[in-house]
């Protein structure tokens, strides 16, 4: 016997689990504050997710990235220039809400507070990052092999660099929720793609 039927979508029961684990992190989620936002009950939760809360997290970081990172192609994919298309990932944190400027990048969020308690879901945070990473490393060795990017240094560095600015602005647009002030620091980060 395999129990009951799921009767709820799970992508999208995840994407509200997303907006809660997002909102508070991982610990601080209640699995009851789950259920609420997912609107299932715990039977349904247990059966769909049976690793619980930690399950259910690797899923929520799977699944944003995932959801992220087609975009982000489909985007390079259409555009006639992937260098500015890249910057505009990163000017695009200037135009957002002071609410999402407090909630950060879940990523990073992760990151910080899994660091010393939750090896396997720091690993998962660190290996969904390091998709972006590559993705970022992608477009910097198409750009410097077309001549779009005259700075030359090691394309591993360049997409190493532009990450170590996502994670620093996801932590900098909570102390500066002002899209001015965001606007000219990501402009000034932004220079080394010229």
């Known amino acids: 016997m395999s129990g009951r039927p799921k009767i709820f979508d799970e992508e999208d029961v995840i994407r509200k689990a997303t907006a809660v684990f997002w909102s508070k992190g991982y610990e601080p989620a209640s699995t009851e504050e789950l259920l609420d936002a997912m609107g299932i009950g715990k039977g349904s939760f247990y059966l769909a997710f049976k690793g619980g809360k930690k399950e259910l997290f690797e899923k929520v970081?799977?699944?944003?990235?995932?959801?992220?990172?087609?975009?982000?192609?489909?985007?390079?994919?259409?555009?006639?220039?992937?260098?500015?298309?890249?910057?505009?990932?990163?000017?695009?944190?200037?135009?957002?809400?002071k609410g999402a400027h407090q909630k950060g990048c879940i990523f990073g969020n992760s990151l910080a507070e899994l660091s010393n308690s939750h090896v396997i879901l720091l690993d998962k945070a660190v290996n969904l990052?390091?998709?972006?990473?590559?993705?970022?490393?992608?477009?910097?060795?198409?750009?410097?092999?077309?001549?779009?990017?005259?700075?030359?240094?090691?394309?591993?560095?360049?997409?190493?660099n532009l990450i170590a600015i996502w994670n620093g602005l996801g932590i900098t647009r909570r102390m500066y929720p002002d899209n001015?002030?965001?606007?000219?620091?990501?402009?000034?980060?932004?220079?080394f793609l010229h």
């Open 61 to 97: 970081l799977e699944q944003f990235s995932k959801e992220q990172l087609a975009r982000f192609r489909k985007r390079l994919a259409e555009s006639n220039d992937q260098v500015e298309t890249l910057k505009d990932l990163f000017r695009e944190i200037a135009t957002a809400t």
């Open 129 to 160: 990052l390091q998709r972006l990473e590559q993705l970022f490393l992608e477009v910097i060795r198409k750009a410097q092999a077309s001549g779009r990017l005259k700075n030359q240094e090691q394309p591993e560095l360049l997409a190493r």
């Open 180 to 191: 001015h002030i965001l606007a000219g620091i990501i402009e000034i980060q932004l220079q």
